[in-house]
């Protein structure tokens, strides 16, 4: 069966009270809306993911490649909306809220095998609260037994055209169910609850943003990588090192701008990521980047890090160079790059030096560089 999730991201999130979308919020320095995407990331066959119409644009620029749609004025038209746009081929939805940046791997296994063998598979947890049932004046009048409870979670799983049909059978009789397990339930279906996790919270109020902040810091795994790079001087180019351009009679020949010292930085912050490298990444056999600032690259590297849940930590970069010079330029070089990784100048280290005439470098062949770098 093909497997698509379904992630909402159509509400206002008011509640949390930040002025903007809640979703569009960032946690650990990424998005919340990125985390919860991402965690499908090698479990669904494709996403489609449903957001405010004002928001549609922002959320495609966080989300390059991803369907985006827009939703309704109710999650129940949102999920519909949602399920409009799957493909033909969609068997099995995972509804999924865009606040729920913490399900795992597993929840997400055990919501597909639970489709598979019964047709749903709603994620949910055991109620450890007394549940307390009352009347119009707050009266208790009735204590269900919590072995019987569960709270209900997402991923939501269902056949797509199961839960479609139970959805558009309430929106012709204009009724609205809670989430989609009860619309299931309006239309006489059986729904199996799965085994979800308590971390796998909902975020609602600033608190549980900050408690959020609060396991991503305790989960932290300080990763190191390094770089090495090296490039010929030659006539008739402008030799650019992390991004300053310095004066100087011959520059780096390369298929890009040739800066020896971000090439070294990206392959540097890519190895921390196991992400392979620049090459493979920006190969020099690709005319898009003939001539490309390495900045911009380096900009992507940094994307492709946050996406996968990772920040810059600090950077340290070495230049090889008998000559020019770069001392005067090396300040501006760190702010440059520290534009680039979206971190305090702090956070990065600049450093040149010679080869006192030893080597390529030290006959003005070539510059050379080194990087190393931490990421969490």
């Not at 780096?252 to 990444?281: E, K």
């Not at 070495?318 to 501006?332: D, F, G, H, N, S």
Request: hydrophobic share 45%.
């Amino acid at each position: 069966m093909s497997v698509f999730a379904l992630i909402l991201a159509a509400g206002s999130g008011e509640r949390m009270g930040l002025g903007m979308n809640k979703v569009l919020a960032p946690l650990g320095g990424v998005p919340v809306l990125v985390r919860s995407v991402r965690a499908f990331d090698g479990q669904v066959d494709g996403r489609v993911i449903v957001a405010r119409p004002t928001e549609l644009e922002t959320v495609r620029a966080l989300l390059p490649g991803e369907t985006v749609v827009p939703g309704g004025d109710t999650r129940q038209r949102s999920v519909l909306a949602g399920l409009m746009a799957l493909p033909e081929d969609a068997e099995v939805v995972l509804v999924h809220d865009g606040a729920r940046p913490f399900v795992s791997p597993g929840i997400i296994a055990r919501c597909i095998e639970s489709v598979y063998e019964w047709g749903s598979g709603v994620a949910s947890v055991p109620v450890t609260d007394t549940i307390k049932r009352v009347d119009g004046q707050g009266a208790a009048i009735e204590t269900p037994m919590r072995a019987s409870l569960r709270a209900a979670q997402t991923p939501q799983g269902f056949k797509a055209v199961t839960l479609r049909a139970a959805i558009e059978a309430l929106e012709a009789r204009g009724e609205t169910a809670t989430d989609d397990a009860a619309a299931m339930e309006a239309a006489g279906h059986i729904v199996f609850l799965t085994e979800g996790d308590e971390k796998n919270i909902k975020l609602t109020t600033q608190e549980d943003l900050r408690m959020a902040e609060s396991w991503l810091e305790a989960k932290k795994t300080l990763r190191m990588g390094h770089g090495y790079d090296v490039h010929r001087l030659t006539e008739g180019r402008p030799l650019i090192l992390c991004g300053v351009t310095v004066p100087y009679e011959k520059g780096l020949l390369g298929h890009s701008d040739a800066d020896v010292a971000l090439h070294a930085l990206m392959d540097a912050l890519l190895g921390a990521a196991a992400l392979g490298d620049i090459g493979r990444h920006f190969p020099d056999s690709d005319p898009q980047y003939k001539g490309i600032s390495s900045v911009t690259l380096l900009e992507r590297v940094v994307a492709a890090l946050q996406a996968r849940n990772l920040s810059v930590c600090n950077v340290d970069v070495t230049i090889v160079a008998q000559r020019p010079k770069l001392a005067p330029y090396i300040e501006e070089m760190v702010k440059r790059t520290a534009h680039a990784l979206g971190v305090p100048l702090e956070s990065v280290n600049v450093k040149a030096t010679t080869t006192e005439g030893l080597g390529f470098a030290g006959e003005g062949l070539g510059i050379a560089a080194h990087a190393v770098a931490t990421v969490w």
